[in-house]
């Protein structure tokens, strides 16, 4: 059903750059759409390592949650906004899980391989696709600390203020976390402390800018998580991890966009509605409708990020508002916007599965004011979503209006 490209490099556990999907091409777009799950999922006993000594039993729930976030085929579709946050939240949850009886923070490196195949294969067996490891970018070393010279309770304890952590972190607000964070510098903060750089960082604050992403910060971003997952209820953990991911994931655009040349072309010169402009328009944008299913904040993104591209090729008419172009025409199947806060796919025996869309009802793209793509903040009043939405679950959603 899918087709994945090469997947990007991303950072610790920071899943939301995944490669685009492509979903079948249908000649016939005015008849109505196979479903996109027509089968209910086979579950079977997974084929364990066994050289990873862990009660899998205990974080069933968890498991279940993750299998269904990242079911075939809903896994590439979804993955930017619903599979690989949870996957990561999963293996965050897991780390801290594994050493619970233990001083550790960490896996070896050979049990963390072991691990990670284990969950890996638990999850398919219960329905998800089996390469959500190459979709979300992660790998059996994202559980061992890598670089972070800290990896045990002790030190941990020692380097960082955990009380003001897990109070800023034990309840996160989903409303206010992206906009006024509390958690996510409370994480910055310790992964500084056990990392050793806030030293560095206070002495020379000019090399305080841009981190490798393979370097000791973000592996350290990894143990403060897994400290966390040590002492948050799983479901508490989940749910703020969940939290951070969507604050991030709305930050960008996780479109890719092609050169639009044939639409720079045919609509360079025009001010008013043009039959050859909008349907040049129109056809660019149906290919964008074929990668992923985004969110009502990052449509908003996307729609700067495409017109930027459109006004930088000398196109100075509002095109979006000529050919009647609208947030949801950047989602796929021009129907279907996800929330902004975090959101699961649902499975049940009797409806198969399902997935809550926030439908943006006629609302016009944004035409961006300049070719460049400003940093705006969706946290200021001027950028917030139009009061006027509506909220619709999609059972089996292969046609969305």
Same mark, same amino acid.
């Given at each position: 059903?899918?087709?994945?490209?090469?997947?990007?490099?991303?950072?610790?556990?920071?899943?939301?750059?995944?490669?685009? *999907?492509?979903?079948?091409?249908?000649?016939?777009?005015?008849?109505?759409?196979?479903?996109?799950?027509?089968?209910?999922p086979?579950?079977?006993?997974?084929?364990?390592?066994?050289?990873?000594?862990?009660?899998?039993?205990?974080?069933?729930?968890?498991?279940?949650?993750?299998?269904?976030?990242?079911?075939?085929?809903?896994?590439? &579709?979804?993955?930017?906004?619903?599979?690989?946050?949870?996957?990561?939240?999963?293996?965050?949850?897991?780390?801290?899980?594994?050493?619970?009886?233990?001083?550790?923070?960490?896996?070896?490196?050979?049990?963390?391989?072991y691990?990670?195949?284990?969950?890996?294969?638990? &999850?398919?067996?219960?329905?998800?696709?089996?390469?959500?490891?190459?979709?979300?970018?992660v790998?059996s070393?994202?559980?061992?600390?890598?670089?972070?010279?800290?990896?045990?309770?002790? *030190?941990?304890?020692?380097?960082?203020?955990?009380?003001?952590?897990?109070?800023?972190?034990?309840?996160?607000?989903?409303?206010?976390?992206?906009? @006024?964070?509390v958690c996510?510098? *409370?994480?910055?903060?310790?992964?500084?402390?056990?990392?050793? @750089?806030?030293?560095?960082?206070?002495?020379?604050k000019?090399?305080?800018?841009?981190?490798?992403?393979?370097?000791?910060?973000?592996?350290?971003?990894?143990?403060?998580?897994?400290?966390?997952?040590r002492?948050?209820?799983?479901?508490?953990?989940?749910?703020?991890?969940?939290?951070?991911?969507?604050?991030?994931?709305?930050?960008?655009?996780?479109?890719?966009?092609?050169?639009?040349?044939t639409?720079i072309?045919?609509?360079?010169?025009?001010?008013?509605?043009?039959?050859?402009?909008?349907?040049?328009?129109?056809?660019?944008?149906?290919?964008?409708?074929?990668?992923?299913?985004?969110?009502?904040?990052?449509?908003?993104i996307?729609?700067?990020?495409f017109?930027?591209? %459109? @006004?930088?090729?000398?196109?100075?008419?509002?095109?979006?508002? &000529?050919?009647?172009?609208?947030?949801?025409?950047?989602?796929?199947?021009?129907?279907?916007? %996800?929330?902004?806060?975090?959101?699961?796919?649902?499975?049940?025996?009797?409806?198969?599965?399902?997935f809550?869309?926030?439908?943006?009802?006629?609302?016009?793209?944004?035409?961006?004011?300049?070719?460049?793509?400003?940093?705006?903040? %969706?946290?200021?009043?001027?950028m917030? %979503?139009? *009061?006027?939405t509506?909220?619709?679950?999609?059972?089996?959603?292969?046609?969305?209006?």
């Open positions: 059903m899918s087709e994945l490209a090469d997947p990007p490099v991303t950072e610790l556990f920071d899943p939301i750059e995944i490669s685009p *999907a492509v979903i079948p091409h249908y000649p016939n777009p005015g008849e109505p759409l196979p479903p996109m799950y027509p089968s209910f086979t579950r079977y006993e997974p084929v364990l390592t066994g050289n990873c000594l862990v009660n899998f039993s205990l974080i069933s729930n968890l498991m279940d949650k993750t299998a269904s976030d990242c079911s075939q085929p809903f896994a590439a &579709l979804v993955g930017n906004v619903i599979c690989c946050p949870q996957l990561s939240s999963l293996l965050h949850i897991f780390q801290g899980f594994y050493s619970i009886n233990s001083n550790k923070l960490v896996l070896q490196d050979a049990v963390a391989n691990c990670l195949t284990d969950i890996i294969s638990i &999850l398919a067996s219960r329905g998800a696709n089996s390469t959500i490891p190459t979709l979300c970018s790998k070393s994202n559980l061992t600390g890598g670089s972070c010279p800290v990896k045990d309770v002790v *030190a941990f304890e020692k380097a960082v203020n955990t009380s003001k952590l897990l109070e800023a972190c034990g309840t996160v607000d989903p409303l206010k976390e992206c906009c @006024r964070p996510q510098p *409370a994480i910055m903060d310790a992964a500084l402390q056990i990392s050793g @750089r806030q030293l560095t960082i206070n002495e020379n000019n090399i305080a800018g841009d981190f490798n992403p393979i370097d000791s910060l973000n592996d350290c971003k990894g143990v403060v998580y897994s400290y966390l997952s002492k948050l209820p799983s479901d508490v953990a989940n749910t703020a991890f969940r939290i951070l991911s969507a604050c991030k994931v709305n930050k960008v655009c996780p479109l890719s966009f092609k050169q639009p040349t639409v072309e045919a609509c360079r010169n025009i001010a008013a509605p043009s039959p050859s402009c909008c349907s040049s328009l129109n056809m660019y944008i149906a290919g964008i409708q074929k990668q992923m299913l985004i969110t009502n904040k990052q449509a908003i996307c729609a700067t990020v017109g930027s591209i %459109l @006004r930088k090729g000398g196109i100075m008419a509002n095109v979006y508002e &000529l050919c009647d172009v609208d947030l949801k025409d950047f989602s796929i199947q021009a129907g279907c916007l %996800l929330r902004s806060l975090p959101t699961d796919m649902i499975f049940d025996n009797v409806t198969g599965f399902s809550t869309c926030d439908l943006s009802d006629n609302i016009a793209a944004p035409w961006p004011s300049s070719s460049s793509v400003s940093s705006a903040s %969706l946290c200021a009043p001027e917030a %979503l139009p *009061a006027v509506t909220s619709q679950t999609l059972k089996n959603p292969g046609a969305c209006d």
